[in-house]
Each structure stands twice: as C-alpha cells, then as structure tokens.
Nanobody
Framework: QVQLVESGGGLVQAGGSLRLSCAAS????????MGWFRQAPGKARELVAA????????YYADSAKGRFTISTDNAKNTVYLQMNSLKPDDTARYYC?????????????????WGQGTQVTVSS
C-alpha cells in the first residue's frame, strides 16, 4: 500500500505563492507517476500537474502553465507543487495522487492512491 499526506496549503493573497508538499510512504517503488489535482466546490476534480517518478515527463494544465511547477525529491519520497502568481480561481482543495501505470494519467481514474487534500484559498 501507499500512503500520501499533503501539506503546505493555506490562505494567501492574490499574487502570492504557496508550496505544496506530498509525502509518500509504503510501497513507493511501485509508483510511476504522481500528480496534483484540485477540486473547488461544485466542480469536478481536475488535474493541475503531474510528473513521472523518473522526472523525465511532466504535464501541466493550461491554467497552471507558467505559474506552477511540479517536482520530486525521490530521496525524501516527496512531490512538490510550487504555485506562484496565485489567483482567486486557484482556490480549491488540492489532492496528491499516485499511480503505478506506465504513463502519466490525466484523469482521476488513472490514479490509485490519494491523499486527504490540503485547502488552498486565494483572496482577492
């Protein structure tokens, strides 16, 4: 099994930055990709960014390109999401996800393991 624990969320003003962390434990050797999803009230959970464990491939949603950066520290079994130039539209609960597929999934169904989420609120 794999356990994922997110941290780093909080309340920030528009234009500010946050760095989310996701610590993985358990059978992390079985994972191929990790991603960050977010879900705002009344909306579907959507992929923000994803990265392969080997750090050779990344994906960013159009809304995140140029502002967010996903990275990994395999020595610490941790994936990060650096979020800059935050906007009120970024307000959501952010979830770390991990999967054992050979590719980087873009939908929730392609990730087997999920964290509990961390709230990000951006004020105008």
């Amino acid at each position: 099994q794999v356990q994922l624990v997110e941290s780093g969320g909080g309340l920030v003003q528009a234009g500010g930055s946050l760095r989310l962390s996701c610590a993985a434990s358990g059978r992390t050797f079985s994972l191929y990709a990790m991603g960050w999803f977010r879900q705002a009230p009344g909306k579907a959970r959507e992929l923000v960014a994803a990265v392969s464990r080997s750090d050779v491939s990344t994906y960013y949603a159009d809304s995140a390109k140029g502002r967010f950066t996903i990275s990994t520290d395999n020595a610490k079994n941790t994936v990060y999401l650096q979020m800059n130039s935050l906007k009120p539209d970024d307000t959501a609960r952010y979830y770390c996800a991990a999967g054992g597929s050979s590719g980087i999934g873009r939908t929730t169904g392609e990730y087997r393991y999920w964290g509990q989420g961390t709230q990000v609120t951006v004020s105008s």
